[in-house]
């Protein structure tokens, strides 16, 4: 057995939970609180990666994964490559859904400048977005319209999967999710975001035993009232399920994973659910990046399409 294939079935065995996307698919979407681990460790990566002049090109929940620990590893450098500073790329490479603006407008404008690093700045906004709406941000079952969403940014934090998110994430997704790579968070400054500094240890206090009881108790009784006033349950009547059952978050998760089980991929249930398009993993080909319509859809791209996408 080589060096290379004892490498590669010692990391299979270590990291046992599998890659991101399986898990998540499992679990529909995450929380804040394991969503802030698992994006920690992503911008660490990415941070070192680009810290040695690398870029990864190809960031996305397949290419990470996952040990009993929660700990990620990346994988699938295929595309990823050294970049001296200064240095400017051209080739179209990536997976559609987590493609940067600015590699679709260098594919298509040969007096673009190129994109650099910044490219897994935003797969890693869109990682963050998909793993707290269990969808991702650009959808569109036509191709050639969910690359212009992508190039304008066009994304929404809509309900009922962001009612319960808090700003501070939110924040965090729009920085990372700028359309002008210049105004992108690096890795550093995001690793620097409120939503890292939640939730984390501060200086510890020189409390009594007994003081330290009291605050104990406190904080058990204030976190009770804080839960019971912000979030009540409300009745579960007849006609609040045939109104809209998937505004109800338990009944929605239930949906989800019965469907997912049921079909093999998440069910659509308009133009504007995106949710299927975790499960569409089409190659990027030449400009402009179309795979195989669905039915209806033709495969070949007229001059109005074109202009749907340049603007």
Not at 113 to 130: H, N, Q, R, S
Request: glycine residues 6%.
């Amino acid at each position: 057995m080589s060096a290379v294939t004892r490498y590669n079935v010692n990391q299979s065995q270590r990291m046992r939970k599998g890659e991101l996307f399986d898990y998540l698919t499992e679990k529909v979407a995450l929380s804040e609180k394991e969503t802030r681990s698992i994006m920690r460790s992503l911008l660490e990566a990415v941070s070192f990666l680009h810290a040695n002049n690398i870029v990864h090109r190809d960031l996305k929940p397949e290419n990470i994964l996952l040990d009993d620990n929660m700990q990620i590893r990346l994988s699938d450098f295929g595309f990823s490559c050294h970049l001296e500073p200064g240095e400017k790329l051209r080739e179209l490479c990536g997976t559609p859904g987590y493609l940067a603006p600015e590699i679709l407008k260098c594919s298509m404008d040969e007096t673009h400048p190129g994109y650099g690093k910044e490219v897994d700045l935003w797969a890693c906004g869109v990682i963050l977005f998909t793993l707290l709406a269990g969808s991702p941000p650009f959808w569109h079952r036509r191709q050639i319209l969910m690359l212009r969403m992508i190039m304008e940014g066009q994304y929404q934090f809509s309900s009922p999967e962001w009612d319960d998110r808090s700003s501070t994430v939110k924040d965090l997704i729009s920085r990372l999710l700028q359309v002008d790579p210049e105004a992108r968070l690096t890795a550093e400054q995001a690793l620097q975001h409120p939503f890292f500094e939640r939730c984390e240890g501060s200086q510890s206090w020189n409390l009594t035993p007994r003081q330290r009881f009291r605050v104990a108790v406190w904080t058990v009784l204030a976190a009770g009232r804080v839960a019971l006033s912000t979030h009540r349950v409300r009745p579960l009547t007849k006609n609040a399920l045939l109104r809209d059952p998937y505004a109800l978050r338990s009944v929605r998760r239930l949906i989800d994973n019965c469907a997912f089980r049921l079909y093999g991929h998440w069910v659509k249930k308009g133009e504007q659910q995106n949710r299927a398009a975790l499960f569409q993993h089409r190659p990027p080909g030449p400009f402009p990046i179309m795979g195989p319509e669905e039915e209806g859809d033709s495969a070949a791209i007229t001059e109005d399409e074109a202009v749907l996408v340049l603007g």
